[in-house]
């Protein structure tokens, strides 16, 4: 059975950082892609970073770049999000996914599992 445990949300003052973590169990984490989407309130799931199988290449939502690094461990089965200067409107709630085996495109269509979310909330 498939597991993903998303950790490390909370509350921070705008330009401020937090980094999410999620614990995978279940299936061969190396071989697939992995990533993180986000929904804020009233507002669509949007695709945050992907990390792929392989090589890690990385894929960025235009909103995050410069600002979030997705990361990967391997060894222990963990993903990361390093999220740096905080704006409000990251504030949401945020799930980390598996993508169907292969994928290398951040979108919904090709999640094919997520965690249970961690909210982050950023105030002005």
């Known amino acids: 059975q498939i597991h993903l445990t998303e950790s490390g949300g909370g509350s921070v003052p705008a330009g401020g950082s937090l980094r999410l973590s999620c614990v995978a169990s279940g299936f061969p984490y190396d071989a697939y892609s992995m990533g993180w989407f986000r929904q804020a309130p009233g507002k669509e799931r949007e695709g945050v970073a992907q990390?792929?199988?392989?090589?890690?290449?990385?894929l960025y939502a235009d909103s995050v770049k410069g600002r979030f690094t997705i990361s990967r461990d391997n060894a222990k089965n963990t993903l990361y999000l390093q999220m740096n200067s905080l704006k409000p409107e990251d504030t949401a709630m945020y799930y980390c996914v598996r993508f169907r085996y292969g994928s290398r495109r951040l979108r919904e269509a090709e999640a094919a599992d997520w965690g249970q979310g961690t909210r982050v909330t950023v105030s002005s």
């Open positions: 990390i792929q199988f392989g090589d890690s290449t990385t």
